[in-house]
C-alpha cells in the first residue's frame, strides 16, 4: 500500500480526522518505509519540544513527494527511540491517493501584495489578495493580465511567530473586469512549478490563519 513515489526525506503533514480546521498540524517527514502498509517518520517537534502523538488515534496524512502531494488516513502503532532520537511507526489505513490542485483548500482573505507580469518586467504591480490555496490565487489590479501569460506573485504570509515571504510563478486563468468603469480587475492564477517546501509553507500559513479566525470566533 506504500507508493513507490513515496521516498525517505518527503515531508509529511499529520492532523487528527476531526473537524480539520480545529485541528492541530504536525509537521515531520519520512525516515524509512517499514514495509507495504508501514512506514517510519520523525517525531515532530514544535518550539523545540517532541509532540507525543496518541497511540491507535486516527490521522489524515499528507505526504509531499516529487510526483505531487499523496492523502491517505493512518494511525501510531509504535514509539520508537534510537539514542535522543525518537520516531513513530505509521500504519496506512487507506491507500494514499494523489491529491489534485483543484483539491487544495482555498483560502478568502484580504492582503495586499504585489506581482510581476511578461508586459511589464523589472516593474512590481500591486494588487490585493482575494483569496489563497496550495494551488493558486485569486487577486485584484488595476489592470487586465493576459490569458496564459507567466506572472511572478510575491506573497507575504504572516504566521504567528514570523512572516514567509516568497516568490511564486503562476499562469492567468483569468482576467476580467468587475465594474463598468474597468477600474479594478479580477485574475485567478493557478502556481506553476511550485516547490514542495513553498507549497507547504502556503497550506501552513492557511491552516494557522483558519485556526486563528476559529478561535476568534468562540471569544479565546
Given at each position: 500500500m506504500v507508493q513507490s513515489s513515496i521516498t525517505l526525506g518527503d515531508k509529511i503533514e499529520l492532523t487528527k480526522k476531526i473537524d480539520l480546521l480545529d485541528a492541530e498540524a504536525y509537521y515531520s517527514m519520512v525516515y524509512?518505509?517499514?514495509?507495504?502498509?508501514?512506514?517510519?517518520?520523525?517525531?515532530?517537534?514544535?518550539?523545540?519540544?517532541?509532540?507525543?502523538?496518541?497511540?491507535?488515534?486516527?490521522?489524515?496524512?499528507?505526504?509531499?513527494?516529487?510526483?505531487?502531494?499523496?492523502?491517505?488516513?493512518?494511525?501510531?502503532?509504535?514509539?520508537?527511540?534510537?539514542?535522543?532520537?525518537?520516531?513513530?511507526?505509521?500504519?496506512?489505513?487507506?491507500?494514499?491517493?494523489?491529491?489534485?490542485?483543484?483539491?487544495?483548500?482555498?483560502?478568502?482573505?484580504?492582503?495586499?501584495?504585489?506581482?510581476?507580469?511578461?508586459q511589464e518586467l523589472e516593474v512590481w504591480g500591486t494588487g490585493t489578495l482575494l483569496d489563497i490555496s496550495g494551488g493558486g490565487i485569486r487577486f485584484l489590479t488595476p489592470k487586465s493580465l493576459k490569458l496564459n501569460e507567466q506572472v511572478v506573485c510575491h506573497l507575504e504570509l504572516r504566521l504567528e511567530d514570523y512572516t514567509i515571504e516568497m516568490d511564486a510563478l503562476g499562469v492567468v486563468l483569468q482576467s476580467k473586469p468587475i465594474d463598468p468603469?474597468?477600474?479594478?480587475?479580477?485574475?485567478?492564477?493557478?502556481?506553476?512549478e511550485l516547490s514542495i517546501e513553498n507549497r507547504e509553507k502556503i497550506i501552513k500559513f492557511i491552516f494557522e490563519e483558519e485556526r486563528r479566525r476559529r478561535k476568534k470566533e468562540k471569544g479565546m
Open positions: 524509512e518505509l517499514v514495509d507495504e502498509t508501514h512506514l517510519l517518520i520523525q517525531a515532530p517537534i514544535e518550539s523545540g519540544k517532541i509532540i507525543p502523538l496518541e497511540m491507535d488515534e486516527v490521522y489524515y496524512a499528507s505526504v509531499y513527494t516529487k510526483r505531487g502531494l499523496f492523502r491517505g488516513e493512518v494511525e501510531v502503532t509504535k514509539r520508537i527511540k534510537d539514542k535522543n532520537l525518537h520516531y513513530l511507526e505509521l500504519q496506512l489505513l487507506t491507500p494514499m491517493k494523489k491529491y489534485q490542485r483543484r483539491q487544495y483548500y482555498r483560502m478568502d482573505c484580504i492582503l495586499n501584495f504585489k506581482y510581476q507580469d511578461e468603469d474597468k477600474i479594478q480587475f479580477q485574475n485567478r492564477v493557478l502556481f506553476d
